[in-house]
């Protein structure tokens, strides 16, 4: 029985042809049966596949030649967790809507944070008093984070620059801050921004939760599950996995998301076994958003690399 795994990986290189990569990697991930999502921009490439396990290794393999030094993250799963094969091109791979403001050499994102390794993240820990910030969309802190963490009030990855501009967080520019998203990319991002606007002292955690959920599964100082923007919807690092998340309609412990049943909304809200069994209880409790405002719809969500990553 063929073996089957998701692949994670970015990359931030100055890419002179997207469009002529674009079509390379379509024809790659078609040559060996891939689905899943890939972003490119004059920036770099960001990608989440699934596929059969040999015919990733030879993707990643070719794709290395190219891209080189990419740092790659496997998981369980397979190609029947994304509903196609998306490749695009885009002014950013993580959509900020800062692209001018970004700074891309051959080394990867200049004048970001400082990457810091799973232990070397511990160690700092051990010596400062570090403020954890989450660099995803608010909701997915719902069901995993790292201990007090601050989780700011972002739907999307285009709110982080008005949150930073805000000032709320102006408190935190003297103190040691450590950004963390799914895989690292949205770090890259937002540590530079956080540096442009004054923030002294800004790490990442390089690799993001999936590299320091390998490392420490949950014995660390991680917390609850890691939502993932494909149909998985979720994982978890081991067995010993907290439960953070309360279903919206009765409190009771949950880590599972399903979407509104208002198909003008589709919103992902926190239910738990018992209430999702009624599909009457699937509606947002304190009303539909807007339609326009989808950015947590799992259609959507599943092909979404901002989140993967």
């Known amino acids: 029985m063929a073996i089957h795994r998701i ?14 990569v674009r079509l390379w990697q379509r024809a790659l991930c078609e040559q060996h049966e891939l689905k899943g999502r890939i972003l490119i921009s004059k920036d770099g490439i960001n990608v989440t596949v699934g596929g059969e396990l040999g015919a990733l290794k030879q993707y990643v393999k ?11 993250k496997w998981s369980e799963g397979s190609a029947a967790d994304f509903p196609r094969l998306s490749v695009k091109v885009r002014d950013e791979i993580v959509s900020f809507g800062a692209p001018g403001e970004l700074k891309v050499d051959a080394k ?4 970001g944070g400082k990457h810091l390794q799973p232990e070397e993240l ?3 820990v051990a010596e400062k008093d570090v403020v954890f910030f989450d660099g995803r969309n608010s909701f997915e802190a719902q069901i995993g984070k790292f201990k007090d963490a601050v989780v700011p009030d972002v739907s999307t990855t285009r709110d982080f620059i008005k949150e930073l501009d805000s000032g709320k967080y102006d408190a935190l520019k003297d103190k040691p801050v450590v950004t963390y998203c799914t895989g690292g990319v949205r770090c890259e991002v937002l540590s530079s921004l956080m540096v442009n606007r004054g ?13 320091y959920g ?8 991680w917390e609850g599950s890691l939502y993932v923007f494909d149909q ?11 439960t953070i998340g309360s279903c919206v309609r009765c409190s009771a412990a949950t880590s599972d998301f399903y979407n509104c049943t208002n198909l003008s909304c589709r ?38 690399l901002n989140s993967a990553h």
């Open 214 to 221: 390998e490392k420490y599964r949950d014995e660390g100082l």
């Open 199 to 211: 923030f002294s002292e800004v790490y990442q955690l390089d690799g993001g939760i999936v590299r």
């Open 122 to 124: 511990h160690a700092l």
């Open 7 to 20: 692949v994670l990986f970015y990359a931030f290189t100055p890419v002179p042809d997207p469009e002529a």
């Open 108 to 111: 990867g994102v200049q004048g």
């Open 232 to 242: 998985r919807m979720r994982l978890e690092f081991s067995p010993e996995a907290k």
């Open 267 to 304: 919103t992902l809200s926190l239910y738990c076994a018992e209430c999702a069994s009624d599909p009457a209880n699937l509606r947002c409790p304190d009303g539909c958003q807007a339609p326009e405002r989808k950015a947590t719809d799992v259609s959507a969500a599943s092909m979404s």
């Open 62 to 72: 070719t794709t290395k030649e190219y891209f080189k030094g990419i740092d790659v």
